[in-house]
């Protein structure tokens, strides 16, 4: 069974997904693309966390989605090795 958490992050990397030329485009800043990522894609994936029990694992999957979009918004790859805990 899936949790809430799961179905959530489902439901936003789809969102995060159509939103994909926004990320790529090279004339927005990058405050205004942070700015549209939190209103448009955190929004959606925290509404209802009042109700939520986080679990170690779920919290894992939070932050490892959180960090994939942020990459991508950074225009950062995989082979790029960036850390977690380096590109805070």
Same mark, same amino acid.
């Given at each position: 069974?899936?949790?809430? *958490?799961? /179905? !959530?992050?489902? =439901?936003?990397?789809? *969102?995060? $997904?159509?939103?994909?030329?926004?990320?790529?485009?090279? $004339? %927005?800043? %990058?405050?205004?693309?942070? /700015? %549209? +990522?939190?209103? %448009?894609?955190?929004?959606?994936? =925290? +509404? $209802?966390? #009042?109700?939520?029990?986080?679990?170690?694992?779920? #919290? /894992?999957?939070? #932050?490892?989605?959180?960090?994939?979009?942020? /990459?991508? *918004?950074? $225009?950062?790859?995989?082979? !790029?090795?960036?850390?977690?805990?380096?590109? !805070?």
């Amino acid at each position: 069974m899936l949790t809430k *958490i799961l /179905r !959530h992050i489902g =439901l936003v990397s789809n *969102i995060f $997904g159509r939103l994909a030329n926004i990320w790529k485009r090279t $004339g %927005l800043s %990058l405050q205004t693309k942070i /700015r %549209l +990522y939190n209103a %448009l894609v955190i929004s959606v994936l =925290l +509404y $209802g966390s #009042e109700t939520w029990t986080v679990l170690k694992a779920d #919290e /894992r999957r939070l #932050e490892a989605f959180n960090m994939n979009c942020q /990459r991508q *918004i950074l $225009g950062n790859l995989w082979f !790029h090795f960036v850390t977690n805990a380096s590109s !805070h």
